[in-house]
């Protein structure tokens, strides 16, 4: 790796990575994975990384003259799923991808921004957070020089932390796990996320941590989810995680956006890497919640001279259901929602039909084949 700049002069910093597979994913999930790039000189080039909490600004086409363009606020990312919010002094003037140094408990933190300006004061919007709060920390200034170096070294000095903690945990006799490490930029204090089904006392394993890697410790338990995000995998759809791609809300997901989209509740299918219900279940609920809106009760019996029908299955974007009758469980019929509602409607009045097969969906005939044109090779070549 190698760091590029424009002069000695320059405050203004590039990590150009010239060999990734030399940083063991270090800086990866920090979003410095850019190829090769030539600059030049006072240009600034727009890109965007795969990290996971890159974000694009979608207001940079639009004409932004009403509004509050110069935002004394940024969102600065770090690692995973590491962000937050910083006020930006008036004598700086930085842009999404700077590398800059922010104020941290103790010392400081090298981070890149992501957003400024107006989708900033968006985006605090959204987070429910106020820009004039005095919580808010401040950005010091754009990196310099000896601020990446030792923000590089730091972040290559993590994997070899997580290794060798674990070994002390085990030591120790500890019931935890240690997930991830992330060193701030000054290399003054690291934190160790880690997950635990009781409580522990890691009190000891601090003192150790702090004798070993001679910095502050600072110990943050994460859930299992947090861990499948930062550990990562493929699901079963083909796909990269979605919690280590892209997603870093978690909301919580039960049994009954299962049962609203049908889905058998067998924990095998329906378990993610992290052992919960798959996050993906929420996509789809409100679509199904909103087809269901209008469907009768699926409890409700279909009263008939013939006997009495109940609920079996449906396909809901086509409005199907299926009902069989009491003594013959095994025959299911397809009647539409709107002759169920029919049915039931007669039913509430006192009145019962004949049978409900006269209301059943009557499916095509399917074009029959002898089993010599079935299993014909060329049956598809003909006209």
């Known amino acids: 790796m190698e760091i590029d700049f424009?002069?000695?002069?320059?405050?203004?910093?590039?990590?150009?990575?010239?060999?990734?597979q030399t940083n063991d994913g270090s800086l990866f999930y920090r979003g410095c994975c850019a190829s090769?790039?030539?600059?030049?000189?006072?240009?600034?080039?727009?890109?965007?990384?795969c990290s996971k909490l890159d974000a694009q600004n979608w207001l940079l086409p639009m004409d932004l003259s009403g509004l509050?363009?110069?935002?004394?606020?940024?969102?600065?990312?770090?690692?995973?799923?590491?962000?937050?919010?910083?006020?930006?002094?008036?004598?700086?003037?930085?842009?999404?991808?700077?590398?800059?140094?922010?104020?941290?408990?103790?010392?400081?933190?090298?981070?890149?921004v992501s957003l400024t300006g107006e989708t900033a004061r968006l985006q605090m919007a959204k987070k429910n957070v106020d820009p004039g709060s005095d919580t808010i920390k401040k950005i010091y200034r754009l990196a310099r020089v000896n601020d990446i170096e030792k923000w590089i070294r730091a972040a290559e000095r993590e994997d070899k932390t997580i290794i060798k903690t674990r070994q002390?945990?085990?030591?120790?006799?500890?019931?935890?796990?240690?997930?991830?490490?992330?060193?701030?930029?000054?290399?003054?204090?690291a934190i160790f996320y880690y997950t635990a089904d009781d409580r522990v006392d890691f009190r000891q394993l601090i003192r150790v941590l702090a004798e070993t890697f001679r910095v502050r410790i600072e110990m943050r338990q994460i859930g299992v989810r947090q861990e499948a995000a930062r550990v990562g995998g493929i699901g079963s759809c083909g796909r990269e995680l979605c919690c280590s791609t892209w997603l870093t809300n978690f909301t919580s997901v039960t049994t009954n956006v299962a049962r609203t989209q049908q889905l058998s509740l067998n924990p095998q299918?329906?378990?993610?890497?992290?052992?919960?219900?798959?996050?993906?279940?929420?996509f789809e609920y409100d679509s199904y919640s909103d087809a269901q809106s209008d469907f009768p009760d699926t409890s409700l019996?279909?009263?008939?001279?013939?006997g009495d029908a109940v609920f079996q299955k449906m396909d809901v974007f086509k409005g199907i259901f299926w009902y069989s009758?009491?003594?013959?469980?095994?025959?299911?019929?397809?009647?539409?929602?709107?002759?169920?509602?029919?049915?039931?409607?007669?039913?509430?009045?006192?009145?019962?039909?004949?049978?409900?097969?006269?209301?059943?969906?009557?499916?095509?005939?399917?074009?029959?084949?002898?089993?010599?044109?079935?299993?014909?090779?060329?049956?598809?070549?003909?006209?």
Do not use: W
């Open 6 to 20: 424009k002069s000695e002069d320059s405050d203004l910093l590039y990590i150009n990575m010239r060999d990734s």
């Open 36 to 49: 090769q790039t030539i600059l030049e000189e006072g240009k600034r080039k727009e890109s965007f990384s």
């Open 68 to 112: 509050n363009e110069n935002f004394n606020c940024a969102e600065v990312r770090f690692k995973n799923s590491h962000k937050d919010f910083y006020t930006v002094p008036s004598d700086i003037n930085i842009q999404s991808g700077d590398i800059v140094a922010v104020e941290a408990s103790p010392g400081h933190d090298i981070g890149i």
């Open 168 to 189: 002390l945990v085990g030591d120790l006799g500890l019931k935890m796990k240690v997930n991830d490490v992330e060193f701030q930029g000054d290399e003054t204090k």
């Open 269 to 282: 299918k329906l378990a993610g890497q992290c052992g919960k219900l798959k996050c993906c279940l929420n």
């Open 301 to 306: 019996p279909l009263k008939t001279k013939k």
């Open 325 to 383: 009758y009491l003594n013959e469980p095994g025959s299911f019929m397809a009647i539409s929602v709107k002759k169920v509602k029919y049915i039931l409607g007669r039913n509430k009045i006192g009145k019962k039909p004949d049978d409900i097969e006269s209301y059943m969906i009557k499916s095509p005939e399917k074009k029959k084949l002898n089993g010599i044109e079935e299993g014909d090779l060329t049956r598809f070549d003909r006209r």
